[in-house]
């Protein structure tokens, strides 16, 4: 038990517990709605999407997380507009985009002296963040889980059916838009956490976890949660105490390692004459 307990009496741990917490909650919430639509590369393509923004606000002298969030907006206008032509698949759409805006943000970086700063963007710096980054992450955290309450029948039409959500009115594209704007929140809530490469990992692992498991909507984002969570405490437990291992990276594979041990375990039920829609 002092295993447990002991790294919490310092209070760079108690911030950095309530900042994986935050992300352990918010990053499968709308995780599942972006494997219930098959767009895990939408997570990749925006985690290095907003290095653009990064790399401008750095240059601008103004707060990454206002840069980071500047460029999941423009992603998100671009996706919108880009993804009405027909002829262009949105995976191809997605891909450009983010690899263009990636690209932007590498030139940017290469032209300053940015020390190591930047760099912990990119793979996290979970034990430096501090109670302002813990407040903004709450502040954000909450109007993403906000926004999929609100819009929690137009995200399953738009999931589960997407002709039946355009006859009856839901604006599939806006929709997928708006899914643009929380994935860009989570990665900036996870930038001076886990970074904006481990982003992805919770964004998608936890969700993807707890969609081999879940038979309903609501057990899916409960057990994505469980899974986000407790990958993220355990992880940063761990870390602590191997030393020199960085926190985002442990937690990211350990994630991927309860995958793997729910995939091998749920094969049986998930042949063809197991399978269950969501609903």
Same mark, same amino acid.
């Given at each position: 038990?002092?295993?447990?307990?002991?790294?919490?009496?310092?209070?760079f741990?108690?911030r950095?517990?309530?900042?994986?917490?935050?992300?352990?909650?918010?990053?499968?919430?709308?995780?599942?709605?972006?494997?219930l639509?098959?767009?895990a590369?939408?997570?990749?393509?925006m985690?290095?999407?907003?290095?653009?923004?990064?790399?401008?606000?750095?240059?601008?002298?103004?707060?990454?997380?206002?840069?980071?969030?500047?460029?999941? @907006? &423009?992603?998100? +206008?671009?996706?919108? =507009?880009? !993804?009405?032509?027909?002829?262009l698949?949105?995976? %191809? #759409?997605? $891909? /450009?985009?983010?690899?263009?805006?990636?690209?932007?943000g590498?030139?940017?970086?290469?032209?300053?002296?940015?020390?190591?700063?930047?760099?912990?963007?990119?793979?996290g710096?979970?034990?430096?963040?501090?109670?302002?980054?813990?407040?903004?992450?709450l502040?954000?955290?909450?109007?993403?889980?906000?926004?999929?309450?609100?819009?929690?029948?137009?995200?399953?039409?738009?999931?589960f059916?997407?002709?039946?959500?355009?006859?009856?009115?839901?604006?599939?594209? @806006? &929709?997928?838009? +708006?899914?643009?704007? =929380?994935v !860009?929140?989570?990665?900036v809530?996870?930038?001076? %956490? #886990?970074? $904006? /490469?481990?982003?992805?990992?919770?964004?998608?692992?936890?969700?993807?976890?707890?969609r081999?498991?879940?038979?309903?909507?609501?057990?899916?984002?409960?057990?994505?949660?469980?899974?986000?969570?407790?990958?993220?405490?355990?992880?940063?437990v761990l870390?602590?105490?191997?030393g020199r291992?960085?926190p985002?990276?442990?937690?990211?594979?350990?994630?991927?390692?309860?995958?793997?041990?729910?995939?091998a375990?749920?094969?049986?039920?998930?042949?063809p004459?197991?399978?269950?829609?969501?609903?």
């Amino acid at each position: 038990m002092h295993w447990l307990t002991d790294p919490f009496h310092a209070h760079f741990f108690q911030r950095a517990f309530l900042a994986a917490v935050v992300i352990g909650v918010v990053a499968p919430v709308v995780g599942t709605w972006v494997v219930l639509r098959r767009m895990a590369n939408l997570g990749d393509a925006m985690s290095h999407g907003t290095l653009a923004g990064v790399g401008i606000a750095y240059a601008a002298g103004v707060n990454v997380v206002l840069g980071a969030m500047g460029a999941g @907006l &423009v992603m998100a +206008v671009l996706l919108v =507009l880009l !993804s009405s032509n027909r002829r262009l698949g949105q995976d %191809a #759409v997605i $891909t /450009v985009v983010g690899t263009a805006l990636f690209a932007l943000g590498v030139v940017v970086i290469s032209r300053l002296d940015t020390g190591v700063e930047l760099t912990h963007f990119l793979f996290g710096q979970l034990l430096t963040v501090s109670w302002t980054d813990v407040w903004t992450n709450l502040a954000l955290g909450g109007v993403a889980v906000a926004g999929v309450l609100l819009l929690f029948g137009e995200l399953r039409l738009a999931a589960f059916d997407h002709v039946q959500a355009e006859q009856v009115g839901v604006r599939v594209e @806006l &929709v997928q838009g +708006v899914v643009v704007l =929380l994935v !860009s929140v989570v990665v900036v809530i996870s930038l001076r %956490a #886990v970074g $904006t /490469v481990m982003s992805v990992t919770m964004l998608i692992t936890p969700a993807a976890t707890a969609r081999l498991l879940a038979r309903t909507l609501r057990q899916m984002t409960l057990l994505g949660i469980a899974f986000g969570v407790g990958e993220s405490v355990v992880g940063l437990v761990l870390s602590y105490h191997l030393g020199r291992v960085p926190p985002g990276a442990t937690i990211g594979l350990l994630a991927a390692v309860v995958f793997g041990i729910v995939f091998a375990a749920t094969l049986p039920r998930r042949m063809p004459h197991h399978h269950r829609p969501l609903g």
